[in-house]
């Protein structure tokens, strides 16, 4: 007897096809500054790994952003976000987490792109600011376990840095691309092992709730999500 362990065979993974049309939905919906489906796998992925729980009415409206014209279709999209979500754990409980990343035309062809998924994770943190800024700021460890990701994100602009920096090489960008996985496995254990103290609860200030207000810098992307 052999046993599988293909993502596909998990229940809580989408399938292709099930990515593929939450990939549609999300894309049939978009208007600028809304989440594609790597952008949602990235906000996905900072809740997952995070030091508290965010729950589905907290996210949702960073995903979700018109009533659904068909009760059967918004149960299915519902139905395959929560699926989606699920899958996140899994992969992280048995290191077999992969980001969902956007693909971009160049020069030389399509390539993957961290930017969405950044964006989504950054929106992610967005919704716990309080407690992740205060930690990174008291704790140097955190930050640096961040490293590929503060350094994707502020390549594809969409965290600000203080110092000026150059842009990635391809072979630097890609190496922090197979980082990813690696990076969310520890912080994940991070906050196990450092969980939010009663006093960092206490102080939440709930920053994003600003951010959600200002409409995020339209992002043109073409291609399909890459995993």
């Not at 065979?9 to 894309?27: A, G, I, Q």
């Not at 139905?79 to 077999?96: F, G, M, R, T, W």
């Not at 994770?121 to 919704?127: A, H, Q, T, V, Y």
Request: hydrophobic letters at 40%; aromatic letters at 6%; one cysteine or more.
């Amino acid at each position: 007897m052999t046993t599988s362990n293909t993502k596909a065979d998990w229940p809580s993974s989408l399938d292709d096809n099930e990515l593929d049309e939450l990939d549609h939905y999300l894309r049939a919906h978009a208007q600028d500054g809304h989440l594609l489906l790597d952008g949602v796998h990235g906000l996905l992925s900072a809740i997952s790994v995070g030091p508290v729980q965010v729950l589905p009415e907290e996210w949702l409206p960073e995903v979700l952003h018109e009533p659904f014209e068909d009760e059967n279709e918004g149960n299915r999209v519902l139905a395959l976000l929560a699926k989606l979500n699920d899958s996140i754990s899994a992969e992280l409980d048995v290191d077999a987490y992969e980001p969902i990343l956007g693909e971009v035309e160049t020069e030389t062809g399509p390539a993957l792109s961290a930017a969405g998924w950044c964006e989504g994770f950054s929106r992610g943190i967005d919704l716990r600011a309080g407690l992740w800024e205060k930690r990174l700021a008291d704790d140097p460890s955190l930050m640096e376990l961040l490293g590929p990701v503060m350094a994707l994100a502020v390549d594809e602009g969409i965290l600000s840095a203080e110092a000026e920096f150059e842009k990635l090489s391809e072979e630097d960008y890609d190496d922090c691309l197979a980082q990813l996985p690696a990076v969310l496995v520890a912080v994940n254990h991070y906050w196990y092992e450092h969980p939010a103290t009663e006093a960092e609860i206490n102080a939440l200030d709930h920053a994003g709730e600003s951010k959600k207000e200002q409409p995020g810098p339209p992002r043109q992307r073409s291609g399909h999500w890459v995993h």
